[in-house]
């Protein structure tokens, strides 16, 4: 057909790619029931309904033709590259800690603070984020990820940061954080780390500028000198935490 004659919208276009891919597929694809909880639905994709559906094919056991390849042996750099939806932000916040002068920990903790968001799961993100990275960073970078999350809603004028008015404009003015938050935050307070993690908030809050310049290959350096690369690959190693990183490579693998 000729397109010119009859150009088609980016949305038919990318419908009939969808469509198309679907028909190539020789496997049948699945949703995981965490998915179906997220389309508020209580359900699960079952084997007899989608044999069903699909004759005579089997189940995906492997790489979602419908995502980006990677590599055999995966990193840190190409999960950036390839699974992780939006990485601007990460990089913004990263990028304010560099030329804050920061040490690379607290440059990583910010590069890698907001990964389970962009990766995999908004609920809880900086405890998931915090165990994804844990085999594989110094414990203190992931101890600031992990509370992260709690110590956002909560000013220190110490060091001049205040509650985020962005807060306020998603969440409504009268958010008030839950009471296993207020407890992780009073914890974190205390702590010997605190500011690390103080610091993610802090290179955080200014770094949803959509017009910044920011380039991961900036932090290839810092990830490699502070990044326990697994050589088997990230997910593909034998780490307590190597199950999400897989589960990142192959989201919709039928078990
Ligand atoms: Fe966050
Ligand atoms: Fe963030």
């Not at 949305?11 to 190539?24: F, G, I, T, V």
């Not at 005579?56 to 999960?79: A, H, I, N, Q, S």
């Not at 990583?108 to 962009?118: F, K, N, P, Q, S």
């Not at 205040?162 to 009073?186: A, C, M, N, S, T």
Request: hydrophobic share 35%; net charge negative.
């Amino acid at each position: 057909m000729n397109e010119h004659a009859h150009p088609l919208s980016m949305s038919d276009r990318a419908d009939r790619l969808e469509e198309e891919k679907m028909r190539e597929m020789e496997r049948i694809i699945t949703k995981s029931t965490i998915a179906h909880l997220m389309d508020g639905e209580v359900k699960m994709d079952t084997s007899p309904e989608m044999k069903a559906k699909h004759p005579g094919k089997f189940f995906l056991m492997g790489e979602d033709p419908r995502l980006p390849p990677m590599p055999e042996r995966p990193t840190l750099v190409d999960y950036f590259r390839r699974r992780f939806a939006s990485t601007a932000h990460l990089l913004q916040s990263a990028t304010h800690a560099l030329k804050g002068g920061q040490p690379e920990k607290v440059i990583l903790a910010c590069l890698l603070h907001d990964i389970a968001i962009v990766s995999f799961i908004r609920c809880d993100h900086g405890y998931w984020g915090a165990q994804m990275i844990e085999p594989y960073v110094d414990e203190e970078v992931a101890w600031a990820v992990k509370t992260h999350q709690a110590l956002r809603f909560f000013p220190d004028e110490s060091v001049g940061y205040g509650y985020p008015d962005l807060y306020k404009e998603l969440f409504g003015p009268d958010y008030k954080p839950e009471p296993y938050i207020v407890e992780e935050y009073k914890r974190a307070r205390a702590h010997k780390w605190y500011m690390t993690s103080r610091l993610i908030c802090m290179n955080d809050i200014y770094s949803f500028d959509p017009n910044a310049r920011v380039n991961l290959d900036d932090f290839v350096d810092i990830i490699g000198r502070n990044f326990k690369q697994p050589k088997e690959g990230l997910g593909l190693d034998n780490s307590p935490s190597a199950h999400m990183w897989r589960t990142i490579l192959w989201p919709t693998r039928f078990l």
